[in-house]
Every structure is written in structure tokens, then in C-alpha cells.
């Protein structure tokens, strides 16, 4: 009887320890792809002040990665750069000022035309992260 007790609090006390380990893994999976997003966009918007290329960049971010490209629309053709495919279990969701999922810096300013947020979050809904991307370019977590 004695051995059964201390078998089941051996087994609570292990299932306390998974369940904080699982917790603890999703925020730093949320939170690296959160930092990889954030610095793409400062890159894209640094290369656009630069005029490297004599190009404007920007960045596509979809449900599950993100793409830097060159030029003021995105296609296959133009990506440059910094892409990241998301952690399993990670996905984006924007909430930009245009129906699309692409930000783009202007040249000479950096403002971009499509500001607003876009939340990292785990599929199990134990951690998210908000991006805020401001209509001067600044972007910050």
C-alpha cells in the first residue's frame, strides 16, 4: 500500500514538472519566431533606407513563415534574403491596415502603408506574442 502511495505522488509530481516543461517550451518557440519576425522587418526596413538595390523591401508573413522580398509587391521571383518556417505548432495571425499580408517600406521615409499587429501564438493557446508595426516602420514587440 505504502509502495502505491508514493507511486502516485511520484506520478503527480512528474506530471506537474511535463506540463511546466511543455508551457515553458511553447513561450520560447513563440518568442524566437516573435524575434526572427521583428528582425526581418527592421532588415527589410534598414535595406529600404539604404536604397540597397535602388529596391523598396518588405516582408510576406503567412500563417506558418515569413519572407523578405525586394520590390513593392511580393512574388516567388524577388525573395531576398531572411525566410523562416515556423516551429511546428507556432502560426501567425495578421491584423494589418490592407487585406494583405505583406509590409513594405517606402523608400527615403520607411513608413509602410500596411501597419497594425500580427500575434505569434502556440497551437495550444498557452503562449502568444504581439508584433506591433506602426505606420512609421518602428516595429516592436
Do not use: C, H, P, W
Not at 11 to 21: K, M, N, Q, R, V
Not at 33 to 58: C, D, H, N, P
Amino acid at each position: 500500500m505504502e509502495i502505491l502511495v508514493a507511486i502516485a505522488i511520484l506520478a503527480i509530481i512528474g506530471g506537474l514538472t511535463f506540463s511546466s516543461f511543455s508551457i515553458y517550451k511553447n513561450r520560447e518557440n513563440v518568442r524566437s519566431v516573435s524575434l526572427k519576425i521583428v528582425a526581418m522587418l527592421e532588415e527589410a526596413r534598414s535595406k529600404t533606407l539604404a536604397s540597397t538595390g535602388q529596391e523598396q523591401y518588405g516582408v510576406r508573413i503567412e500563417e506558418n513563415s515569413a519572407v523578405m522580398f525586394s520590390g513593392s509587391s511580393y512574388s516567388a521571383l524577388n525573395e531576398v534574403g531572411s525566410s523562416v518556417t515556423f516551429i511546428t505548432g507556432v502560426n501567425a495571425t495578421t491584423t494589418l491596415s490592407a487585406s494583405i499580408t505583406d509590409v513594405v517600406f517606402n523608400r527615403l521615409s520607411g513608413e509602410t502603408d500596411n501597419y497594425g499587429t500580427v500575434t505569434i501564438s502556440s497551437n495550444t493557446e498557452t503562449a502568444s506574442s504581439t508584433i506591433v508595426i506602426y505606420k512609421t516602420g518602428i516595429v516592436e514587440i
